[in-house]
């Protein structure tokens, strides 16, 4: 029997704590002080315990960026669980960061980085929600695709598909019309086969333009856009790996909409509560220490 302790999944804009104590999570918050809006770290740390208790404390994600709190080196991938609890870098004796995963390919165009998700990943497998050989999705600001092999992340991608919604629908012409109406799950479904042709620019500016001739509603603007950026993402993973079983960590909404658009492109889809797999990942990271 250990003693509790504190579970930081510590993103750029959010933050999500977890009191563990023998892998069951006795009390959980999720605030928006994320690493981009803290100064005093070792502050944030000690609030924290004065909260949940003053215990122990592991941290994952962008805390341990150049961002964060300290610069943690990446973990070359191919990597599991034993290779990141072996890198773990200490702030004190108490508190600990996991590193992150990086792969290094031939060229510039394959080279790729993570924090946080790799915990989440590797989690699924050792919770055994996932198979130890299968392909991984995990959607949001950054959607990654994961490999697993043996148990371990040999490759992964990072498509901006999130962070380009956001943009599209704060800085460009389509703006007005994806800040209204309501999800339109048809709209999405048509949106994926659009954007699986990945004529991105011309397929999104013909929401503007059908708008204008009248053969697009501006209540179905958003859903599509989000169809179209998204149906791009799943399509080229697709067509690397085939129409495989994708396993999907996300929240419910993200979830559904990237089992919806593997659906769409003739893949199938399996969603997992990717908070189980963080804890999972993190209390085995502990364990391994």
């Known amino acids: 029997m250990s003693e509790p302790f504190l579970a930081i999944d510590w993103g750029t804009t959010n933050r999500r704590v977890y009191l563990i104590d023998n892998g069951q999570v006795l009390h959980t918050d999720r605030d928006d002080a994320g690493a981009l809006r803290v100064t005093d770290f ?43 609890a072996a890198a773990l870098t200490y702030i004190d004796d108490r508190t600990a960061i996991v590193p992150g995963l990086s792969l290094s390919g031939t060229s510039a165009a394959r080279c790729d980085i993570m924090r946080g998700e790799e915990v989440q990943l590797l989690g699924a497998v050792s919770a055994e929600f996932v198979p130890a050989d299968g392909i991984l999705c995990q959607p949001g600001t950054h959607c990654k695709w994961a490999w697993m092999t043996g148990g371990k992340i040999t490759s992964f991608v990072t498509a901006m598909t999130g962070e380009l919604y956001g943009l599209i629908g704060a800085h460009s012409l389509l703006a007005p019309s994806i800040q209204t109406g309501a999800e339109n799950l048809a709209a999405f479904r048509e949106g994926v086969a659009q954007g699986s042709q990945r004529d991105l620019a011309a397929t999104l500016f013909s929401i503007r333009s059908g708008i204008m001739l009248g053969h697009r509603k501006p209540s179905d603007a958003a859903s599509f856009a989000s169809g179209v950026l998204i149906g791009a993402d799943v399509a080229a993973r ?13 929240d419910e909404h993200m979830g559904h909409l990237y089992a919806n658009a593997i659906d769409v492109l003739g893949g199938t889809a399996e969603r997992i509560d990717s908070h189980a797999a963080f804890v999972a990942g993190i209390t085995a990271i502990w364990n391994k220490r």
């Open 42 to 84: 070792a502050g944030e740390m000690a609030m924290l315990r004065a909260r949940f208790g003053d215990y122990p404390a592991i941290m994952a994600g962008m805390v341990g960026s150049d961002v964060g709190w300290q610069k943690v080196p990446y973990v070359a991938a191919p990597a599991g669980l034993d290779e990141l």
């Open 238 to 250: 697709l067509a690397e790996i085939g129409a495989r079983q994708i396993y999907i960590l996300a």
